[in-house]
DNA sequence: CTGTTGACCAAAT
DNA sequence: TATTTGGCCAACA
């Protein structure tokens, strides 16, 4: 059986985040109805093309991290590209105590 | 087909 | 509070 979404179903949830928040990769597969597929989600962001335009900077995981290594280029892109949209890292965890998500 | 890997997660220790 | 453990699903060797 194939997985109960596609990625352009993840891309599509993803658009809808808005500037200056951040969702985990579960919340992303819950939004999708599909809980479970966290790893699936960070799957297919690793796919993700370039040049997409999608924010996928503001996922982060369960821990309230980037899920880079801290001394990796992608790590510090993806914490440039947080902090640009006032979004801070302290202690290696994102400053917002609890991951804002607007509701639907 | 089996085994390993990964932008994960929650519960147990 | 910090680590470890077990589970998860798809992609790949």
């Known amino acids: 059986m194939h997985?109960?979404?596609s990625p352009?179903?993840?891309?599509?949830?993803?658009?809808?985040?808005?500037?200056?928040n951040v969702v985990t990769y579960g919340q992303l597969a819950n939004m999708a109805g599909?809980?479970?597929?966290a790893r699936?989600?960070?799957?297919?962001?690793?796919?993700?093309p370039s040049g997409s335009g999608l924010p996928w900077h503001r996922v982060i995981n369960s821990k309230g991290q980037i899920s880079f290594?801290?001394?990796?280029?992608?790590?510090q892109q993806q914490q440039s590209l947080?902090?640009?949209?006032?979004v801070t890292l302290?202690?290696?965890k994102v400053n917002l105590k609890l991951y804002?998500?607007?509701g639907e």
């Open 8 to 20: 352009s179903d993840i891309w599509f949830i993803l658009a809808k985040i808005p500037e200056g």
């Open 69 to 75: 290594p801290e001394a990796s280029a992608k790590y």
């Open 100 to 102: 804002q998500w607007n």
């Open 34 to 37: 599909a809980p479970g597929y």
């Open 82 to 86: 947080l902090e640009s949209e006032g």
């Open 40 to 48: 699936v989600v960070g799957n297919i962001l690793k796919q993700l």
């Open 3 to 5: 997985a109960p979404f």
């Open 90 to 92: 302290l202690n290696g």
